[in-house]
């Protein structure tokens, strides 16, 4: 790659990484990665940059508040849709 694409590629990086939410980071990912993510709860909100967000912070108040998380007892950050259909 062309020394000056690979500069004006890492000045966007760290101009985009200004804008990401606390302790999140840029990274390329597929559509099968991105659910993964949605399924253990990740939230796919889109931030003010554009970039999509997978941070859990909405999805821990659900969990603390899920029935199926308190029988189980199991310190998890699956969605509870997802808890409940796997097995324990």
Do not use: V, W
């Not at 999509?52 to 029935?67: L, R």
């Amino acid at each position: 790659m062309d020394k000056n694409i690979q500069n004006k590629l890492l000045e966007a990086r760290k101009l985009l990484e200004q804008y990401a939410p606390k302790g999140e980071f840029l990274a390329f990912i597929n559509e099968e990665e991105a659910n993964l993510l949605k399924q253990f709860g990740g939230s796919g909100r889109i931030t003010e940059s554009g970039i999509p967000s997978f941070d859990t912070t909405n999805t821990q108040q659900n969990i603390n508040t899920c029935s199926i998380y308190s029988s189980c007892r199991t310190k998890c950050f699956r969605h509870c849709n997802f808890i409940s259909r796997s097995t324990y």
